[in-house]
């Protein structure tokens, strides 16, 4: 998947796939809101709150254009259909 042009998934940027951030996640909410905050501000990333590691923004990486394929968070290009 490395460098793959493929669309954006349909769904909002603000929404991760269910895979990468599971509904019952315990820091789901407070990762929502910084990821939000990253978005609104055009910034590439924020610290996450529970780690303290930089991730990625689904705003940054729709820009890139391409799917890394190294399973990031916010992925916009990953969907329900499998890979193939």
Known sequence: MTGERRPLADRPLTEPHPSRLPPEHPDRARIL?????????????????ATGLFVLSAGFLAA???CC????????????????
Do not use: N
């Open 33 to 49: 809101a910084a990821h939000s905050a990253a978005l609104a501000a055009g910034e590439a990333g924020y610290l996450d709150p």
């Open 64 to 66: 890139r254009g391409t």
């Open 69 to 84: 394929g190294r399973g990031c968070r916010h992925c916009p290009y990953v969907d329900d259909q499998p890979a193939g």
